[in-house]
């Protein structure tokens, strides 16, 4: 769940951003546990059939869980606001490889998700709580007190709690700063600096 800049994370990244080609759509899987080869093949399918029935068939339906728009900062506190989170955000789980069973639904659950991290101007990252509030999520960190930049799932999800809209599709992880999306390329270093962490030279 720490933030991360690693090749599957910008290749996550890669898929959110060629959602601007015509005629495409992502299916998000982040809450499946396997990398790129899960074994669970049953819950991705149904999830990328939802973009058939909406923009092919024109089906009345929920075809994308949660995006990040954007974020303002009040105080200590950085709330984000989501695309496609209509009607709110929910805590869930993924059932492993049970293979018919969507997510299950975690009520009262959100201390729960420990996915979220929050950045100053030191660009360090540190673990963040959040707390819904409807169709946004306050985040904060006692080591935070003027955050700038939040990331959320990048170095992966699995079957821990995480977040989900109301049609049970997954938050898709993301990581911006100054309210701009984070890439290796353009971050100090390539490499991001987690609280308490010493970054192994040999491996930069």
């Not at 495409?24 to 973009?51: E, F, S, V, W």
């Not at 996915?115 to 540190?126: C, N, P, R, T």
């Given at each position: 769940g720490k933030p991360s800049l690693d090749t599957t994370a910008?290749?996550?990244?890669?898929?959110?951003?060629?959602?601007d080609i015509p005629h495409t759509g992502m299916a998000?899987?982040?809450?499946?546990?396997g990398a790129i080869h899960y074994r669970?093949?049953?819950?991705?399918?149904?999830r990328l059939a939802l973009h058939a029935l909406k923009n092919q068939y024109g089906?009345?339906?929920?075809?994308?869980?949660?995006?990040f728009k954007s974020y303002e900062v009040k105080g200590d506190k950085l709330i984000?606001?989501?695309?496609?989170?209509d009607g709110g955000i929910q805590v869930g789980q993924a059932?492993?490889?049970n293979l018919l069973d969507a997510p299950a639904v975690l009520a009262n659950s959100e201390d729960k998700v420990k996915l979220f991290y929050l950045a100053g101007e030191d660009k360090v990252w540190?673990?963040?709580?959040?707390?819904?509030?409807g169709e946004k999520i306050v985040v904060s960190s006692p080591d935070v007190k003027a955050p700038r930049g939040v990331a959320y799932g990048t170095g992966g999800v699995g079957f821990q709690p995480s977040l989900y809209n109301k049609a049970l599709l997954p938050l898709a992880p993301f990581i911006t700063y100054n309210n701009k999306l984070v890439?290796?390329?353009?971050?100090?270093?390539?490499?991001?600096?987690?609280a308490g962490e010493t970054i192994d030279p040999s491996s930069v």
């Amino acid at each position: 769940g720490k933030p991360s800049l690693d090749t599957t994370a910008e290749m996550r990244r890669g898929t959110l951003l060629a959602r601007d080609i015509p005629h495409t759509g992502m299916a998000c899987q982040i809450d499946i546990q396997g990398a790129i080869h899960y074994r669970n093949k049953t819950l991705p399918g149904k999830r990328l059939a939802l973009h058939a029935l909406k923009n092919q068939y024109g089906k009345n339906i929920v075809a994308d869980g949660p995006m990040f728009k954007s974020y303002e900062v009040k105080g200590d506190k950085l709330i984000v606001t989501f695309d496609f989170a209509d009607g709110g955000i929910q805590v869930g789980q993924a059932m492993g490889d049970n293979l018919l069973d969507a997510p299950a639904v975690l009520a009262n659950s959100e201390d729960k998700v420990k996915l979220f991290y929050l950045a100053g101007e030191d660009k360090v990252w540190h673990p963040a709580t959040m707390k819904i509030e409807g169709e946004k999520i306050v985040v904060s960190s006692p080591d935070v007190k003027a955050p700038r930049g939040v990331a959320y799932g990048t170095g992966g999800v699995g079957f821990q709690p995480s977040l989900y809209n109301k049609a049970l599709l997954p938050l898709a992880p993301f990581i911006t700063y100054n309210n701009k999306l984070v890439t290796s390329k353009d971050w100090p270093g390539g490499t991001l600096k987690v609280a308490g962490e010493t970054i192994d030279p040999s491996s930069v």
